[in-house]
């Protein structure tokens, strides 16, 4: 992809791609900490919750089906600037509904942008890896990371001194504002619209195209599920089963992606001593079974000391956050390697995979802590998913 005549140089096309992996974690977590804020506002009950908020994986497969399409068509600026403004306007709508319906159209809406701004954002990642001529992506992922850590640590901060929907509007506007800066100033190296003629390619072809690697999918889900149900029920748990006030309630969810920023940063001086299969292997198991037990212990503990209950859930949060640190960088990977098509196309469909996988296990966990009462209960089932990945861990056996 030709550069333009005023193009930046690489040094600084990689750090406004990271300031933009960055902010794009801050918008779309930025509401995560106050999960149960928004489902005291809709009146739902766990199972309920769970299940519409996984709702936004529809939009997010139909987003991955044909935006990467969009990209090639009409170039990175557009799709990123109509999806920042999509994401922006959704999560902003979303905290002030109290209509369960809308809020399943909303977070659908929710779900596509998120995934067209992250296609956008990883196509123009790989034009800065082209041009640098080494592997930068770990390291932007990195800054995602630490957006979703930064914004947990300020969410938590909010919810003892400002309403969700101040909070959250505000800081909307101002991540729209600042990414559109950053966009322009990328604007001399974005991808721009493809001259190529691609009027035979319909949608058929996206479909008849479509490729499964059931090992390496299956691996992926059972991997990253820990982080996914962290995500979406650390903070509920912490607080309606620990009984810890708002505040607090944010802390498992931020230690478990410190963890994983450490995981993800520190996994190059483990590997010369530990094969990266033999990380799978061991450290999904360690992980696994950590995860299970403290948070199983934590339950147990909470009628006697509420302490150390919460000491329980942090641990075990975060032990399932470090030892899942790597699984998905490497199931990524192992994907591409594994596969003839061209890897944005392997990543859009392992994406699409992903995301119905995610979001039939999502939805078992919401109603397994709706029927059972116990979201301890329900941790079980990302617990074993994560222990499962050692029998998985030959899909890295090449890398």
């Not at 791609?17 to 794009?24: E, K, N, P, V």
């Not at 003629?197 to 996206?206: A, P, W």
Request: glycine letters at 8%; a positive charge; charged letters at 10%.
């Amino acid at each position: 992809m030709p550069s333009s005549k005023l193009g930046l140089s690489v040094p600084d096309e990689k750090k406004y791609i990271g300031i933009l992996f960055f902010l794009f974690a801050v918008q779309i977590m930025s509401w995560v900490p106050r999960f149960p804020e928004v489902k005291a506002n809709l009146g739902l009950s766990n199972g309920e919750f769970g299940t519409y908020l996984s709702l936004g994986s529809v939009g997010a497969v139909i987003a991955m089906l044909s935006s990467g399409h969009f990209v090639h068509k009409l170039g990175a600026k557009p799709v990123l600037i109509i999806s920042t403004l999509s994401m922006c306007l959704s999560i902003s709508t979303i905290v002030h509904l109290q209509s369960t319906p809308i809020f399943i159209i909303i977070n659908m809406i929710n779900g596509g942008s998120i995934a067209a701004f992250n296609i956008a954002l990883n196509a123009q990642a790989f034009h800065a890896q082209d041009r640098a001529g080494e592997l930068i992506l770990s390291r932007q992922h990195g800054y995602w990371t630490m957006g979703a850590v930064a914004t947990a640590i300020f969410s938590g901060f909010m919810v003892e001194f400002v309403g969700i929907a101040l909070h959250i509007n505000v800081l909307s506007v101002v991540v729209f504002f600042i990414i559109l800066s950053i966009i322009k100033k990328l604007e001399p190296e974005m991808i721009k619209p493809s001259p190529e003629d691609d009027s035979d390619f319909g949608v058929k072809d996206l479909f008849t195209s479509f490729r499964i690697d059931y090992l390496v999918s299956a691996a992926l889900v059972c991997g990253i599920m820990v982080e996914f149900a962290t995500a979406d029920w650390s903070a509920i748990y912490a607080k309606e089963t620990i009984g810890v006030r708002g505040s607090l309630a944010t802390i498992p969810y931020i230690l478990t992606f410190t963890a994983m920023i450490v995981g993800r940063l520190g996994q190059h001086r483990i590997t010369p001593y530990v094969s990266l299969q033999h990380q799978i292997k061991y450290g999904s198991v360690i992980g696994g079974v950590g995860f299970i037990g403290f948070i199983l212990a934590s339950s147990l503990l909470v009628d006697h000391s509420k302490t150390a209950a919460y000491i329980c859930t942090l641990i075990g949060f975060s032990i399932g956050g470090l030892f899942s640190a790597i699984l998905s960088p490497t199931f990524f990977t192992a994907a591409n390697k594994r596969s003839s098509q061209p890897s944005a196309v392997v990543v859009g469909q392992m994406g699409v995979t992903n995301a119905i996988l995610t979001l039939i296990v999502k939805t078992i966990i919401a109603w397994t802590a709706q029927l059972t009462g116990s979201i301890a209960i329900a941790m079980i089932i990302p617990g074993l998913m994560l222990i499962s990945v050692a029998f998985m861990a030959r899909a890295a056996k090449d890398l």
